[in-house]
């Protein structure tokens, strides 16, 4: 009897993280909603586990383009958008839940053209990111649930116009107190902007290779007194560039 009710109990554990799995997915600037236009959909809500897998640049799926483009002006608003299961956009359910708490981040890689570019070979700018502030207990996937799943940053003004690749990232840290429990979900989408005033495009990282699987903000333990949090990855580029 104990024994099978463990195995419900766990079951039962196991079903509600894999509830709590999501997808980047929609996107929009200002008033503009694109939806999926332009967004790498991997083909599920589950995550990657590994900080060496090619997977970790675009996601599953995510070295091939899809056909759309969303065209945004250097210096404006862009938002990220996610949600746990495709195209439900519903505000009256979590962005991503079961506990999945940790930092949500954005990156910009600049490529010749978005819809052929594999990500693989690019260098990755980061522009936005929420880890965890210890005044108010709040994460960056919290961030997330109160905005109905939304992001919002702004596009560098000061870099060049063209095409790039925005690679939207929350990393979920519930069970990353041994390693190789972090839980990745990224999505990449394909974007093109106008107007960009820059001529040098700010130092980037690659993926997969930015992240070390024993770095403290992926390997941690986040339920013990957390009164500080070390962002993985590079630092946000420099205000000058906005």
């Known amino acids: ?3 099978t009710f463990v195995a419900a109990a766990t079951a039962g554990l196991l079903a509600q993280y894999a509830s709590a ?3 980047f997915q929609q996107a929009g600037s200002g008033s503009k909603d694109f939806g999926t236009t332009c967004v790498r959909m991997p083909p599920s809500n589950s995550p990657v586990t590994s900080v060496n897998s090619n997977d970790l640049t675009c996601n599953v799926g995510g070295s091939r383009g899809v056909a759309g483009i969303c065209e945004v002006k250097a210096g404006d608003s862009f938002f990220v958008e996610m949600h746990a299961q495709k195209n439900d956009r519903s505000c009256a359910n979590e962005a991503i839940g079961g506990n999945h708490f940790g ?5 910009m890689s600049k490529v010749s053209d978005a819809t ?4 693989s070979s690019g260098s990755w700018f980061k522009v936005d990111e929420f880890g965890y502030d ?3 207990k709040t994460w960056g996937t919290d961030t997330l649930n109160k905005n109905c799943g939304k992001r919002t940053f702004k596009i560098p003004s000061k870099i060049p116009a063209g095409d790039y690749l925005v690679r939207a990232e929350a990393i979920a840290l519930h069970a990353a107190s041994g ?3 972090a839980q990745f979900y990224m999505s990449c989408y394909q974007v093109r902007v106008t107007g960009g005033s820059g001529g040098q495009l700010p130092a980037g990282v690659r993926f997969p290779g930015a992240y070390s699987a024993s770095h403290p903000g992926i390997q941690i333990n986040i339920y013990q007194n ?3 949090y070390q962002i993985p990855g590079p630092a946000v580029i420099d205000p000058s560039y906005f």
């Open 1 to 3: 009897m104990k024994s």
């Open 21 to 23: 799995h999501s997808i």
């Open 103 to 107: 930092p949500v981040m954005v990156y």
């Open 116 to 119: 052929k570019a594999d990500g």
């Open 134 to 136: 210890a005044s108010s």
């Open 179 to 181: 390693a190789g429990g």
């Open 226 to 228: 957390l009164q500080k």
